[in-house]
């Protein structure tokens, strides 16, 4: 079974600090890794994702994630947070695998973003 | 207009009833989704279905029943309705690139 993990319930950083939030996976086979994030009210909106090839991905808003295959950890940055970026931001995760179900993702129960002014 | 679209965006009911919440897509992808969202757990599948006429269950799919007679469509029902099923609930699609693409959410009450 496949199961992400978001060891933060909330992160807090200050307007133009960098930032991380932490995501840990376990599937079997090599993975695909996503991040989504959610404002009030809305739906999630794709960030970026993991597939193969390079370990540093960069997506949308100027976010970026780096893919550690021996630490099984897929952390989301970005080098100077907005008081905008302030959301709600899930981790998922796909194995691969073959059948109708290979489409299921597997999210992490995602980790509130506050960016302080 | 092109995308997902769910409905009701709210819906207020009461234990016992039947509800169904509907979502659209307009892009033909090949699958589809139903997530809950509670606090506590994150987004948890539902239902899926990956094209029409094909439906599978996800992780917690007792008290629904889905439908995917076209493509584009994929109805939610709860045939008797719980103070459980008080939740976010979020549609999906995918074109079969990996990546989902979500409505904004019918939030429901059971009351």
């Known amino acids: 079974a496949q199961s992400v993990a978001q060891p933060e319930d909330q992160v807090n950083v200050a307007e133009g600090n960098p930032l991380t939030v932490k995501c840990t996976y376990s599937?079997?086979?090599?993975?695909?890794l996503f991040w989504y994030v959610q404002y009030p009210n809305r739906g999630l909106q794709f960030l970026l994702k993991?597939?193969?090839?390079?370990?540093l991905v960069k997506g949308s808003y100027g976010f970026e994630a780096e893919f550690n295959k021996s630490q099984t950890s897929f952390h989301l940055k970005k080098p100077s947070a907005l008081v905008s970026d302030s959301a709600l931001y899930f981790c998922?995760?796909?194995?691969?695998?073959?059948?109708?179900?290979?489409?299921?993702?597997?999210f992490g129960k995602g980790t509130k973003l506050s960016v302080i002014p | 207009d092109a995308g997902i679209t769910q409905s009701p965006r709210y819906k207020i009911t009461e234990t016992g009833r039947q509800v169904t919440l509907m979502c659209h897509q307009t892009?033909?992808?090949?699958?589809m989704f139903w997530y809950r969202q509670d606090l506590g757990h994150g987004l948890r599948l539902i239902y899926y279905?990956?094209?029409?006429?094909?439906?599978d269950k996800g992780e917690v799919p007792d008290g629904y029943v889905v439908s995917r007679s076209k493509t584009e469509n994929f109805p939610l029902t709860l045939e008797s309705a719980t103070r459980s099923q008080t939740s976010v609930y979020f549609c999906?699609?995918?074109?079969?690139?990996?990546?989902?693409?979500f409505g904004p959410g019918t939030r429901l009450t059971v009351l």
């Open positions: 999906a699609s995918s074109g079969g690139t990996d990546t989902q693409y």
């Open positions: 599937v079997s086979g090599n993975p695909y």
């Open positions: 993991y597939i193969t090839g390079d370990n």
């Open positions: 998922a995760v796909r194995g691969l695998y073959s059948g109708a179900g290979s489409y299921q993702l597997t």
């Open positions: 892009w033909s992808h090949s699958y």
């Open positions: 279905s990956a094209a029409a006429d094909i439906t």
